[in-house]
């Protein structure tokens, strides 16, 4: 397991550390300020180093044991490295607009997702049978549907951990998450409430730099997890391989085994009979013999 490590340099560098303005601040984040400088809160990186390393490693685990993550973050600073991050390492995203029910209610999302599918299959189609109004029509509709689910379209099930920028703006992510008991790797700022967050991640989320270093991180930890997960399928392969050339050869002496039963004991008869057949002619020779 290589997960990757950052230093109070790289954070500093990106601007991790610059929190909210002093009145824009929730009592909750106290214990994770270092300090403040010019009516700005300044977030303590020794901590922030700590809580990405544990984040990290929750992810590694969660993607090694075959989950799936969801990216959160409408944020137009984010929503264009959540989308690519989720696309790179083949997981799950949300990008434009937190739908109300995304994860409590997903037989109606799921529903929406196979009416995007099949709009998205009839727009594909030469002969169509619609009049150009009526694609213009089904075009926005579709666009609409690919803005909202494109990113989870693929997902089958409520996804086994979510990944949160901003959890402000995404709240209702976090209450749906919570509902379901989903873990949750969140990056909170000075502004943000830090309850029911199962790994917290303290540190600016409004940056560009901030923001990429985080996906950076995220996106080099699920690629290492991806390898494990193909190296432990590789073994249980050859062990499933194994097992059968062994299944394979105990067949095969069972087989010669009781072919050796079956002329043994054909042998065995073919000699009593002979014997039975010897005595009767001795029985009859020595009857003759005496006559």
Known sequence: MEI????????????????????????????????????????????????????????????????????????????E?????????????????????????????????????????DLKKENKGFTKKEILKLGTERDKLERSLGGIADMKNVPNMIFIIDTNVEALAVKESLILNIPIVAVIDTNSDPT????????????????????????QTIIDAQKHISSKEQIESSAQGKENEDHKKLKSKELKSSEKKVKTETSEKKTLKEKKSTSIFSKLKKLTSKK
């Open 196 to 219: 029911g967050i199962n790994f917290p991640i303290p540190g600016n989320d409004d940056a560009r730099r901030a923001i990429n270093l985080y996906c950076d991180l995220v996106k």
């Open 4 to 79: 990757p490590s950052t230093n109070i340099k790289q954070l500093l560098e990106a601007g991790v550390h610059l929190g909210h303005k002093t009145f824009r601040w929730n009592p909750k984040m106290d214990k994770f300020i270092f300090g403040s400088k010019d009516s700005i809160h300044i977030i303590d990186l020794v901590q922030t180093l700590e809580m990405i390393d544990a984040a990290l490693q929750a992810i590694h685990k969660c993607i090694s044991s075959g989950g799936k993550i969801l990216f959160v973050s409408t944020k137009k600073q984010a929503a």
């Open 81 to 121: 490295t959540i989308a690519a991050l989720a696309k790179d390492t083949s997981q799950y995203y949300v990008n434009h607009r937190w739908l109300g029910g995304m994860l409590t209610n997903w037989k109606t999302i799921s529903n929406s997702i196979k009416r995007y599918k099949k709009l998205s299959e």
